[in-house]
């Protein structure tokens, strides 16, 4: 069995899978379905709030992070990239939109690795020919 990348990719057994209608509130607000957080919940207009509760989620899966605890750090200065062959460091921008993309360590060292492997050798065969032509 392969571990889940997230919550939502986790089989789920069928009593789970439909999720209870709320209660009716007699005053016309609608009442909150058991199974969520007051916090997620608009009283007012009898519906659950679902962009914080997105928000939350997303969070909530940064902190958790991938099997075996890879995090997605909490600014792009936190990748802490190992590098792959002299002279290739970490780039403020590139870790920028790692973190935006949600990469974790783990995928975030990656792309260095796959950089140093497949982009660096084009790089120096290009100077090798220029400087020969």
Request: aromatic share 6%; hydrophobic share 40%.
């Amino acid at each position: 069995m392969t571990d889940p990348q997230s919550l939502l990719d986790a089989p789920q057994p069928p009593e789970t899978l439909a999720a209870p209608e709320p209660a009716p509130d007699p005053s016309g607000g609608g009442a909150a379905p058991d199974y969520l957080p007051a916090k997620f919940w608009d009283a007012e207009a009898g519906q659950a709030r679902v962009e914080d509760l997105a928000r939350s989620y997303a969070a909530l899966e940064r902190r958790l992070g991938a099997a075996g605890g890879d995090t997605v750090p909490d600014d792009p200065a936190g990748y802490r990239i190992a590098p792959a062959m002299e002279g290739l460091t970490p780039d403020p921008e590139v870790n920028a939109r790692l973190m935006e993309a949600g990469f974790t360590q783990a995928q975030a060292q990656l792309v260095y690795d796959l950089a140093a492997e497949k982009l660096a050798p084009l790089v120096q065969d290009l100077a090798a020919e220029t400087v020969q032509g």
